[in-house]
C-alpha cells in the first residue's frame, strides 16, 4: 500500500490569507488544486489543474484548440498576426490581419443591426460604422468658380464599377460655360467663337451673295496675313469697308490688325514693306506718349497730335509759318539742345547721375542731393558744430566717450582721474572731418561743441577733465589749476546726480 501525504487543507479564501513557510505546500479544497508558499505572499502560487476553475496570467499557449470561450476585455493579435476562420471541414480559412504600420491606435465599433440589401459600412470619421448606400453621393453645386473634369461611365443600368475623364473637356458650375477643343454636329445656345470657321481659311474672309448673286463681305478676321476679298464676282476688284463711318478704301492686299472696344474698331494697315498708305477723307490721328517706328505715313487728312507727352520727351507744334517747333520740351535727367524746326537737334545724355561717378554729369535726386568726390568750392557756413580728425582706436567707441592718447592704437577710452594724456571726445556729425580716409579709425572731435558723456554734479562753465569711469569726463572742484593737458574744455549745460549723463561739452575752449 501507498503512504498518504496529509498537507494543510483549507478553503479558497483561507489559502489566499496563508503565507506558511518557505517551499510548504496546501491544499484549496475549493478547486481541489495546490499552493506553493513562500513565508511572504499570501495565497502563494497555485499549481494549475486541468479541470479547475483558475486565471492565467502571462502564460503561452502553443496551438492551443479552444472549442469555445469568452473574453471578458480585449483579445490581442501581436505582429500582424491572423484572425483566422475556417470552413466547415476546417480545411480552409479566411482571415483578418492588422496594417504594417499604424500612427495611433483605431476602435471600429459595429451598427446595432443588419443593413439593407446592397449596402455597405461608412464610418462617421470617428470610429463608428454604419450601413449606408453603396457608391458616392450626389450634391448640387453652381458656385463652385472653377473648372471640373467630366467623367463618364459605358454602364447604363446596374452598380458603377469604373469612370473615365477626358482632360479635354472642362464644365465650370458657377458660370455654366463648357469647354472642348472639338465639337461636332449642331450647336443652340450661345458659343464663344471658333478658331476656324467651316470652309474659311485662317486671316481670311468668309463671302456671302446678296439678292443680286455679287459677292459681299460677312466676316474679317484679324489676322496679320494678306486680305484675300472678293466683290462683283472678281477676285481682283476693289471693296469698300465702312467702319465707325470713316471711308477706307481700295485696300486689297494690304496688311491689317484691328481691335474690337467699346467706343468702336480701331484699325491699322500696313503693306508689304511696312508703310501706312491710306486714302481717307477726314482722317484724325491722335498721338500720346512717346511715338516711336518707322514706314511713311502718305495721303492722311488732318492729324493733330495730343499734348499729353510721355515724361522726357518733347512736344511739337506748328508757328504761323507751318514749321515745327518746340512746345514746352520736358526736362530731365540729362537733357540739352533745343528744337526750332523738324530737323533741329534735341540731344537726352544717358549718363547723368546722382551718385559719385567719373566722367558723368551731376544729376540731383529726389530731395535735391547728390555725392561727389573731390569737390573745389569756397563754402560760407558749416552744417555741424566741431572740428574732428581720424585716429586709429583699440575699440569701436560710442560718440561722446572721452579719449585719451595710449592703448593698442593711437587713442583709446580714459579710465583714470585728470589724466593729462587728454585727445578729444568722439564726434557725433564733424562739420569738417581731417584724415577722413584712415581705416578702422574713429572721429575724434577737437575743437567746437560735441556731445560728452559725464558723471556727477556740473555746473555750466565748469572745467571737464576725465574720470575714473571709462569714457567719462567729470567738473573740476579745486581752486588751483588743473595738471596741464587734462582739461578737455567747458561744461555748456548744467547737470545735477552722481550719476552718467551725456551734455553738451565746448572742446578746446579753456
Not at 569701436?396 to 585728470?418: H, I, M, N, R, W
Amino acid at each position: 500500500m501507498p503512504t498518504t501525504v496529509q498537507f494543510r487543507r483549507g478553503t479558497t479564501a483561507q489559502n489566499d490569507a496563508f503565507t506558511g513557510a518557505a517551499g510548504e505546500l496546501s491544499i484549496d479544497t475549493d478547486k481541489n488544486s495546490i499552493r506553493v508558499h513562500d513565508n511572504s505572499t499570501a495565497g502563494g502560487a497555485e499549481v494549475i489543474v486541468a479541470t479547475a476553475t483558475q486565471t492565467l496570467t502571462n502564460k503561452t499557449l502553443t496551438s492551443p484548440a479552444i472549442n469555445s470561450g469568452t473574453v471578458g476585455t480585449a483579445l490581442t493579435f501581436n505582429a500582424q498576426a491572423d484572425a483566422r476562420f475556417a470552413d466547415s471541414d476546417s480545411s480552409n480559412w479566411v482571415a483578418f490581419q492588422g496594417p504594417a504600420t499604424i500612427a495611433s491606435n483605431i476602435t471600429w465599433t459595429l451598427p446595432n443591426a443588419d443593413g439593407s440589401s446592397g449596402q455597405a459600412l461608412v464610418t462617421d470619421g470617428s470610429g463608428t460604422l454604419s450601413w449606408a448606400a453603396a457608391g458616392a453621393t450626389i450634391s448640387n453645386d453652381e458656385a463652385t468658380n472653377t473648372n471640373f473634369l467630366l467623367y463618364f461611365a459605358s454602364s447604363t443600368t446596374g452598380a458603377l464599377t469604373a469612370v473615365n475623364q477626358d482632360s479635354g473637356l472642362t464644365y465650370n458650375p458657377s458660370t455654366g460655360t463648357m469647354t472642348a477643343a472639338t465639337f461636332s454636329g449642331a450647336l443652340s445656345g450661345n458659343a464663344t467663337t471658333a478658331t476656324t470657321a467651316s470652309g474659311v481659311s485662317a486671316n481670311s474672309v468668309a463671302l456671302g451673295t446678296d439678292t443680286t448673286g455679287n459677292y459681299v463681305a460677312t466676316i474679317a478676321d484679324a489676322g496679320n496675313s494678306a486680305i484675300t476679298v472678293a466683290n462683283s464676282g472678281s477676285e481682283s476688284a476693289a471693296v469698300t469697308l465702312d467702319i465707325n463711318s470713316e471711308r477706307i478704301q481700295d485696300i486689297v492686299g494690304a496688311m491689317f490688325t484691328t481691335t474690337n472696344t467699346e467706343s468702336g474698331i480701331t484699325v491699322t494697315y500696313q503693306d508689304a514693306t511696312g508703310d501706312i498708305d491710306l486714302d481717307v477723307d477726314d482722317f484724325s490721328i491722335t498721338l500720346t506718349g512717346d511715338v516711336t517706328g518707322s514706314g511713311t505715313v502718305t495721303n492722311l487728312g488732318n492729324v493733330s497730335f495730343a499734348t499729353t507727352i510721355a515724361a522726357n520727351s518733347v512736344a511739337l507744334g506748328t508757328d504761323t509759318t507751318g514749321n515745327y517747333v518746340g512746345a514746352g520740351a520736358t526736362s530731365g535727367n540729362g537733357i540739352s539742345g533745343s528744337v526750332s524746326s523738324e530737323g533741329g537737334t534735341f540731344t537726352v545724355t544717358s549718363n547723368a547721375t546722382n551718385a559719385n561717378t567719373g566722367s558723368t554729369i551731376v544729376f540731383r535726386d529726389g530731395s535735391g542731393n547728390f555725392s561727389a568726390g573731390v569737390i573745389t568750392a569756397t563754402t560760407t557756413a558749416a552744417r555741424y558744430a566741431d572740428l574732428a580728425e581720424r585716429y586709429t582706436a583699440d575699440a569701436d567707441y560710442e560718440p561722446g566717450t572721452v579719449l585719451v592718447f595710449g592703448g593698442e592704437a593711437e587713442v583709446t577710452q580714459c579710465t583714470s582721474k585728470y589724466d593729462k594724456r587728454i585727445a578729444g571726445i568722439v564726434s557725433t556729425d564733424p562739420a569738417f572731418l581731417m584724415n577722413e580716409s584712415l581705416e578702422d579709425g574713429v572721429s575724434v572731435g577737437l575743437v567746437g561743441r560735441l556731445p560728452c558723456k559725464v558723471v556727477g554734479e556740473v555746473r555750466k562753465g565748469d572745467l571737464m577733465v576725465s574720470s575714473d569711469t571709462a569714457g567719462h569726463a567729470e567738473a573740476w572742484r579745486d581752486e588751483s589749476n588743473p595738471p596741464a593737458g587734462s582739461v578737455i574744455g567747458k561744461a555748456l549745460e548744467n547737470k545735477t546726480g552722481a550719476g552718467a549723463d551725456v551734455i553738451e561739452v565746448v572742446v578746446g575752449r579753456i
